[in-house]
Structure formats: C-alpha cells, structure tokens
C-alpha cells in the first residue's frame, strides 16, 4: 500500500470556496510535500514542509503538519478555477526517495 | 530556465513491442528519478540515478524494464517487452537535492498505450 493517503479521494467547490484536503502517512518522514498535477502543466512542486514544522504558508496555500497523528492538510483558500487540479502529497519514509499518495482530485466551478 | 524535456510524448505500441523513453534534465541537477504514473494513481518511482550511477531501482521491473544515465546528464529508458499493464504515464523529474527527499522538478511526461 502507498505511504501517504489523500483524503478525500475528489472535492468539487465553488470558486471564491476554501478547499482542505488531507494526507495520512504510515512510518517516521523527514519532510513531506505537496504537489499539484494539471493537463497544461504537468506535476508541479507547491510546498516542502519539514518534520520539525506545524504550519507553512506559500500565497494562498497553508500546510500543516502533525507528526504525532502523522497527518497533514493543505488548504486552498478563495479557490479560483484554474486550482482545478489533482493534488498529491509526497513524504520520504526512506529518507531518500518520495513516495506519492493516490492524489485528491479538485474541480472548482466557476 | 529550461524545464525537464521529454520524448516522445506519446506513444502507442503492441504488446510484447519494445519501446524507449528520453529524458533531458534541468542542467546541473544531478539527481534524476523515473516515475510510471497509472492513471487514477499517484506517480511511483521506478529508478533514480545520482549523476550516472544508481541510487534506487527496487521498483523497477527489472526483467523488462531498463535505464541509463550516460555521462550524468540525458537518460533513456526502454521497456521490453512491453505489457498491456505497462500502459501508464511516464515521468521524468530531476532535482539539485543530492538526497531524493527535496523538490522534484517534473517533465511533461510520455503517455504509453500498449494495445
């Protein structure tokens, strides 16, 4: 099974909604990341947020982090269509090598 | 700065055909990784080299599956021969970060459909 698990599996909002969705992982990770993955530009890196980190914040984005439930959120406030996307989080149970989630697929409507 | 190229972008082929993948890193990113993306699933890596040597190639299917990095810049990998369950998306990524835990820098990738 993968290590870190999106939840949910699909969202639809409206624009101008905030979107939360979160990812569980299994074992001890150094850092985890969230990813974005669109038909017009592919997989792209949004946030790194280390062990020792409870809240990273990038524009619109805000990512917690909480080792002792090993869990983590990302928020998507006043979403805007163009955040219609799949969004992945990716930790390093290893220490060196990313493991992806089975990904959140998010529709904003206009 | 230019982004992590890939070719074909596409490609369709019969089973038990042979087919490769190119890949050209962002330039002085000596970390790149080889993901197989099925469709519905997040990106699973396959190999990933540390300039031209092997860092990690657990998951790759190694009967059919090969790749390489020659010189530590382009790599190819080739699939032979290729199954209808080998058909998925497959990602190039490259990255500064020595370790393969930091950011990752992904190409377009190159759509496979084995019929």
């Known amino acids: 099974s993968q290590q870190g698990e999106e939840d949910p599996q699909a969202l639809s909002i409206q624009e101008g909604e905030n979107a939360t969705m979160n990812c569980s992982y299994k074992t001890s990770i150094n850092n985890l990341q969230w990813y974005r993955q669109n038909s017009g530009r592919g997989l792209v890196h949004l946030i790194l947020i280390r062990s020792n980190e409870r809240e990273k914040h990038s524009g619109r984005l805000r990512v917690t982090l909480d080792t002792s439930k090993k869990s983590s959120s990302l928020l998507i406030t006043a979403s805007r269509a163009a955040d219609t996307a799949s969004y992945f989080c990716?930790?390093?149970?290893?220490?060196?090598?990313?493991?992806f989630g089975g990904g959140t697929r998010l529709m904003v409507k206009p | 700065e230019a982004g992590v190229a890939q070719s074909p972008r596409y490609k369709i082929i019969e089973k038990r055909q042979s087919v490769a993948f190119w890949c050209n890193p962002i330039?002085?990113?000596?970390?790149l990784y080889w993901y197989q993306q099925i469709l519905g699933q997040g990106p699973k890596l396959l190999i990933q080299f540390q300039n031209n040597g092997v860092v990690d190639d657990s998951q790759l299917p190694k009967d059919r599956f090969s790749a390489e990095r020659l010189k530590g810049v382009d790599s190819t990998l080739k699939i032979q021969p290729a199954k209808l369950e080998d058909s998925a998306v497959y990602l190039c990524?490259?990255?500064?970060?020595?370790?393969?835990?930091?950011?990752?820098?992904f190409g377009p990738g190159t759509r496979l459909t084995v019929t």
């Open positions: 990524a490259s990255s500064l970060d020595l370790s393969g835990a930091g950011e990752q820098y």
């Open positions: 330039s002085g990113h000596a970390t």
């Open positions: 990716a930790t390093d149970p290893a220490g060196n090598m990313l493991t």
